[in-house]
């Protein structure tokens, strides 16, 4: 938690962003979700097969540590939102194509009763394929559920 410290000394206003930061502590498994990549004549849909893990940051309040396709992502808790840095960048390989992503925005906000989450993103993907790059626009949405 930025900026709070640890120890006995610890104010009320870092309680309540560490009990903020707390709620997304812990792994979430998607129920639905859609990433839409938009190149030039080319649309292209998948969907999230990942668990999403959130854990206590160093730069940010929260983490996402590296998943399988090696990429972190930083965000910084209010209330029950937690918003990603700014200028991330993220660099992922699939079957012989490079994407180069940058994000514009992202959002991961827990439900009220802590157990439910939504999240958006939006950002640039440079892709390459054979040589040849092509920038393209991306964007996710995706609803959890908090593992038990």
């Given amino acids: 938690v930025s900026g ?6 610890v104010n009320d206003a870092c309680s309540t962003v560490w009990q903020d930061v707390q709620a ?17 004549g080319q649309l292209m849909k998948s969907q999230l097969t990942q668990d999403t893990i959130w854990k ?3 730069a940010s309040d929260l983490v996402q540590p590296p998943d399988a396709s090696g990429c ?5 808790v209010s209330g029950k939102t937690a918003t990603g840095l700014r200028n991330q960048k993220c660099n992922q390989e699939m079957a012989g194509t490079t994407l180069s992503l940058s994000i514009s925005s992202y959002a991961f ?4 009763a802590g157990t439910s ?13 054979g040589g040849t790059t092509t920038t393209c626009t991306y964007s996710e949405t995706a609803m959890y559920t908090k593992s038990h």
């Fill in 109 to 112: 906000s827990v439900g009220a």
């Fill in 4 to 9: 709070c410290g640890y120890g006995s000394h």
């Fill in 72 to 76: 972190t992502l930083l965000a910084n």
């Fill in 117 to 129: 989450a939504t999240e958006n993103g939006t950002g640039t993907a440079m892709v390459t394929n």
């Fill in 24 to 40: 997304f502590i812990g792994t979430w498994i998607p129920t639905s979700s859609e990433i839409t990549i938009t190149c030039p």
């Fill in 56 to 58: 206590m940051g160093v």
